[in-house]
């Protein structure tokens, strides 16, 4: 009778687990001898029982170490080449649909510009020509509150150009009533302050000056 197809399952039976597991693991590492034998190979193998317990193989023991070495060096080049690759790839990928995007940015900027308008349907030149006149809307709305705006500064500029107008005319005013409003001074007429002395009188004067 043929050998039967086993269940790959967890065998339930603890007994029977620990005797499979005795069998295969011998055969395990007796094929890894026989393959680095007939083929001249470097071949490694690992094995933890449930328990923790370590079982290993190794075509050369005393290289275990640099095999793991060699293992993880090389499993982080393709990771690396890999992951290079992956960027290349989102990389082309970006580029592909921004060169959409400006490619359908540069054919709306000629159709509204008033190009291109063949290939366009009837349909199509409706939609444009709204838009266009949504957009003319805009414009228009836009210069206007910037009218309004500047309109706005100048009033208000204006207002406070009047407010320091009256200001500095008040101020005058209040300075020339000052200037009225100060009693003048009196005339200097005491002639004895001329120069040269006292006025010279009427008196007789002898004959021999």
Excluded at 24 to 47: F, M, N
Excluded at 80 to 107: G, I
């Amino acid at each position: 009778m043929g050998r039967g197809k086993v269940v790959l399952k967890r065998i339930e039976n603890k007994i029977n687990r620990q005797v499979t597991f005795s069998k295969r693991r011998g055969g395990l590492l007796k094929k890894a001898h026989e393959l680095s034998v007939l083929c001249d190979v470097e071949v490694a193998a690992i094995v933890f029982s449930s328990s923790g317990r370590l079982f290993e193989f190794c075509s050369t023991p005393s290289s275990m170490l640099k095999m793991i070495a060699r293992y993880r060096s090389l499993k982080n080049d393709e990771s690396k080449a890999t992951t290079s690759a992956n960027e290349t790839q989102n990389n082309y990928q970006e580029y592909l649909k921004l060169k959409a995007r400006v490619d359908y940015l540069e054919h709306s900027r000629n159709n509204l510009l008033g190009e291109d308008l063949q290939p366009l349907s009837i349909n199509e030149l409706e939609q444009l020509e709204n838009q266009v006149e949504m957009s003319v809307k805009q414009i228009r709305s836009t210069k206007m509150q910037v009218m309004i705006d500047q309109q706005c500064d100048l009033n208000s500029k204006e207002q406070i150009l009047q407010d320091a107008n009256r200001n500095l005319r008040k101020k005058a005013q209040e300075a020339l009533i000052t200037v009225e409003a100060e009693p003048s001074q009196p005339a200097i007429n005491d002639r004895s302050l001329q120069i040269g002395g006292p006025p010279v009188s009427n008196a007789f004067i002898p004959g021999w000056i």
